[in-house]
């Protein structure tokens, strides 16, 4: 037989991102290529961790995370997300929110059965989807705002679907779902007797006026519905690996058994240090974050349009896709290459996050960036385009 890899995930390679920031990396660029929130962690977050670990918070945890996680994760999604989750039943805490995501897709989805992706989607989606032997089947958002047509959707429903992927806010476009969106969604899951998988990382990143609406507060929906989170971005830890998924018992219970498999369970202190900052922080923190990034996006969206690289404006998380096709190149990927050589400004060919041609046009930035970083990226691109 010889030795070979497996072959379904040969193609997965490095993704498109990370083969960026290496790149970005050797020429020496600022990388706005990787969601890295490179601003500060609460201070409190971080001693609640150190305090964790010096009084022996150092062993393994339940399988689905420490009862002072679950526990605070559950209140908080009834204030905020107005979703009643039971925390010994139907809480997982795992290895991020990408952590969550594949136990999810291991436990739900068997071999050929169908999910339905919105496009422009996050490759880590489309490849965990893949991992597992399921099929991705691709429903575009259309327009300056992404808006998502029912009827496209209603038509990429076959006997196979087993699932729909809602991320919202939305990695890369920023689209934010409304309560009309997801209610049109909500019914063509109902009618067809669908899982709708969530991604909700972003959900305290909403610009303007925009809200976000969670799935799972629909009337109806909770059962069918799970719904997967973190703070990795919100706290600005990405590297804990601390993420989370709530959905009925049911479900909760071969995601968890998923979990402990893969993972048996989420660092001890660094959830400490979660449970501690979502208990202690009150609104002015999340507000403050929603600002900042805000003022982020303001600022680098219009340097994006003053230099003829027109942004499609987010209105959540916080990644701009900018259409560069008037620069050289017939890829994304030169096209992004291009800038990196030019302004030292590394970004994402819009190719990883589009099936078909659609993607040459875009280049990704990420602005979760210090101020002083990101200032010195605008110049750069001021400068160099
Ligand atoms: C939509 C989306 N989900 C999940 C993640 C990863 O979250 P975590 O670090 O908690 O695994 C990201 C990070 O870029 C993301 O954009």
Partial sequence: MGLHENQRLAGLGQSEIRAMTLACTQAKGINLAQGVCDTGVPPLVIDAAKQAMDQGVNTYTRYDGLAELRQALAQRMKTFNHMTVNSETEVTVSAGATGAFYCVCMG??????????????????????VSVEAVPKFVSLRGSDWSLSLD??????TNRT?????????????????????????????QHDLFIITDEIYEYFVHDNHK??????????ADRTITISGYSKTFSITGWRIGHVAADARWSSII????????????APLQYGVAVGIQQLGVEFYQ??????QHKRDQFCQ??????????IPQGAYYVLADVSCLPGRTGKERAMYLLEKTGVAGVPGEAFFQGAEGARYVRFSFAKTDADLDVACERLKKGV
């Fill in 152 to 157: 496209d959707l209603e038509q990429a429903v």
């Fill in 212 to 221: 976000h609406v969670s799935m799972a507060a629909l009337p109806g929906m």
């Fill in 162 to 190: 087993k699932a729909i992927v809602v991320n919202t806010p939305g990695n890369p476009s920023g689209k934010v779902f409304t309560t009309q969106e997801l209610e049109g969604i909500a019914a063509v899951a109902r």
């Fill in 303 to 312: 340097v994006l349009l003053d230099i003829g690289l027109p942004p499609t």
């Fill in 288 to 293: 403050e974050l929603q600002q900042a990034f």
């Fill in 256 to 267: 968890g058994a998923m979990n402990d498999l893969v993972y048996v369970c989420a660092p």
């Fill in 108 to 129: 739900l989805l068997q071999p050929g059965d169908e999910v339905i992706l919105f496009e422009p989607y996050y490759g880590y989606h489309l490849s965990t989807i």
